[in-house]
């Protein structure tokens, strides 16, 4: 029992070239600002059946370009690895968006907070889309291509997702394309249309018949070997062996040894590899058909060695009298598509200790399953219910926020917090707790806060630490900051230094006054070559005592003394003892801008967590991040004669 299911592939082989130039026209300003945020760490790059291809070639795009480290994952391998997520960023590729195998991976990967969420799809409105509208923090990529969707192979959406890919890092990096104008140009020069079939159809058919093909593959065409193998064995076109040239040597050898007649051998070969692939293929029996398929280096000929691959099966299916586009799908086949499973990624005694699992995960930089083999999870478990056990006691007169990242998230930095918000801080203040803003801004905060704060005794009573905590006032206060303070003299020299940067002159809009040096970071840029470049300055000078702090948009340089701390020590002069004071920030890890206010020992964070296991933790819901992670803990708070006490009742084990 079946059906047979997809698309013509000849017709789909003929739709390639207008797919490819839409790709080539698209805009990809969205994506490659995703690619940019991610360049400063490692990519898991996850995808399955056909789209396994588009993940092994970002895994070489994000190599290339950034020099990190990427791997490549199916969703049900990413569920059951026990690594950290936490400064990695995880890109999903997923053609129609609606594969079940990468919904259930998008649910269970946001319980372990990667630093990133991504996706790329070619079909606008997909199940993938609407799910990650659910995490704000999390961005899909969704393009409507002009073809219709794939057959049963990928095809046009393989295309599409590597050529919006290339050209996303090669914007996000600044370079000019490499593409050319016709995908044709690519896979072979000179050759067009039909007659590339018909090259291939020569030069292939006395190893396409044969039903077992090795591939060997070097750096440029490990994608392409990949999508050989998934697209010959879905196909049922071929058995396929992978290797590259040098572990075909380790004994793979030995199955044409006793196979030699029902096997072939395929190599996909740039100039890196050239010479030992040419070596290799001299040494086999001269009884096995080869083909050698050699391309340019770097990204085209990684682009053109996969377009090479998905010609391949047409000579294939052609020799073999199928359609690899139209294959008789057995009913056992479609019930194993649509099954449900996915790994238990957690030990069954933490099951119903969501929560606490979340928070451990963040806190540690373990997962779960990490920390049972280190046998430390009772001491994290005991941490953790000591921090709430002293966030429960506590009784807060004064609650010290974050600005950027904390009380707006980054989308909202230049429009202010959410209504939502803002009502809450409202609400507080009436009820008597001192409401504190320590901001690495300017005058800019008190002016979008006037705007939604009205009352000239919430005003009165809301006290803004500008520039890091340089100066302190309240909201109420017209003349704070002050207007163009001079640089405290510690910070000339090393601004001069800064300004004859040209890394950070041509990256950054660089302000100097008072007691701090800002940078406000351009969108494309890769920010952690600029924090190095500014810590290098910042080492080599002679002035001791400055910090160098970053958010999500900037990067700044303080001089000694300056400190968000700085507003703990002026609540304590208005009356408000330490441990009446709730700190809540987005960056506690240094050197984010928050590590020294989120260092207080009743301290909430929103996103980056310290190593400090006593404070600084993450407890918010493993769907929220930033403002709405704040939010959450706006409204686990319930004030009374003048007190706040914070209700972790939802969040115990």
């Not at 990667?114 to 996706?119: G, V």
């Not at 190593?611 to 992670?629: E, L």
Request: proline letters at 5%.
């Amino acid at each position: 029992m079946g059906a047979d299911m997809g698309r013509p592939y000849e017709t789909e082989l003929a739709e390639l070239e207008q797919t490819f130039q839409w790709c080539v026209a698209a805009n990809v300003d969205e994506l490659a600002g995703s690619i940019l945020d991610s360049a400063g760490g490692r990519m898991l790059a996850v995808g399955s059946g056909g789209s396994l291809t588009s993940a092994h070639f970002l895994s070489l795009l994000h190599s290339l370009f950034t020099a990190n480290s990427a791997q490549v994952f199916t969703p049900y391998e990413l569920l059951a690895s026990p690594q950290s997520l936490h400064d990695a960023a995880v890109l999903i590729s997923s053609a129609g968006g609606s594969n079940p195998d990468v919904l259930s991976c998008v649910e269970k990967v946001t319980t372990r907070y990667p630093r990133q969420l991504l996706a790329v799809t070619t079909r606008a409105s997909s199940k993938l889309e609407k799910l990650l509208q659910q995490f704000p923090w999390a961005r899909c990529h969704a393009y409507k291509t002009p073809v219709r969707k794939d057959g049963f192979l990928a095809t046009n959406s393989l295309v599409a997702t590597i050529t919006l890919l290339i050209r996303a890092y090669e914007q996000a990096f600044r370079v000019p394309t490499c593409l050319s104008p016709n995908l044709s140009d690519i896979v072979q020069p000179a050759v067009l249309g039909d007659d590339i079939l018909e090259q291939m159809s020569r030069d292939a058919t006395s190893v396409v018949e044969r039903p077992t093909i090795v591939v060997l593959y070097g750096g440029d065409t490990k994608p392409a070997a990949a999508d050989f193998e998934s697209r010959f064995v879905e196909a049922a076109l071929a058995n396929v062996q992978l290797a590259d040239f040098r572990n075909f040597a380790h004994g793979r050898h030995h199955w044409l040894a006793q196979h030699a007649d029902t096997s072939a051998v395929v190599s996909f070969s740039s100039p890196q590899d050239d010479a030992v692939a040419k070596r290799t293929l001299s040494l086999i029996p001269a009884t096995v058909p080869r083909l050698s398929i050699s391309v340019q280096a770097g990204i085209l000929g990684a682009l053109s060695a996969v377009v090479h691959s998905i010609y391949l099966a047409q000579v294939a299916g052609q020799t073999k009298q199928m359609d690899p586009g139209r294959p008789h799908v057995p009913t056992f086949g479609r019930k194993l598509y649509h099954l449900k499973g996915s790994p238990q990624g957690l030990p069954v005694d933490f099951k119903t200790r969501d929560r606490a699992v979340i928070a451990i995960e963040r806190k540690s930089g373990f997962s779960i399953a990490s920390l049972v083999q280190r046998n430390e999870i009772d001491g994290w478990m005991d941490l953790h219910q000591k921090f709430l056990q002293r966030l429960s006691d506590a009784n807060f007169r004064a609650i010290v926020f974050d600005y950027d990242g904390t009380l707006c998230g980054p989308e909202r930095r230049l429009e202010g917090p959410v209504d939502a918000i803002v009502e809450k801080l409202k609400e507080l203040s009436k009820a008597g707790i001192t409401i504190a803003i320590a901001t690495g801004r300017g005058k800019s905060v008190r002016k979008d806060l006037q705007k939604r704060i009205r009352s000239p005794k919430i005003r009165r009573q809301v006290v803004l630490g500008y520039h890091n905590g340089a100066e302190i006032g309240t909201l109420a206060d017209n003349f704070c900051p002050p207007v163009d303070p001079p640089l405290r003299r510690q910070l000339k020299p090393v601004l001069k230094q800064i300004l004859d940067s040209p890394l950070i002159s041509e990256n950054a809009d660089i302000q100097a006054k008072g007691g701090q040096i800002t940078l406000e970071l351009h969108e494309c840029l890769n920010r952690s070559s600029l924090y190095d470049e500014v810590t290098r300055i910042v080492a080599a000078s002679s002035q001791t005592g400055l910090n160098v702090v970053t958010s999500t948009h900037s990067i700044d340089v303080l001089a000694p003394g300056i400190s968000k701390r700085s507003v703990l020590k002026h609540l304590e002069g208005l009356g408000i003892e330490r441990p009446e004071i709730l700190c809540v920030g987005d960056r506690g890890n240094w050197p984010g801008n928050d590590a020294s206010l989120l260092s207080h020992p009743l301290s909430l964070c929103v996103d980056e967590v310290s190593s400090d296991p006593t404070t600084c933790w993450n407890i918010s819901d493993r769907y929220q991040r930033y403002d709405a992670a704040t939010l959450e803990v706006l409204e686990m708070l319930h004030a009374t004669g003048g007190t706040a006490k914070l209700d972790v009742t939802r969040i115990q084990p």
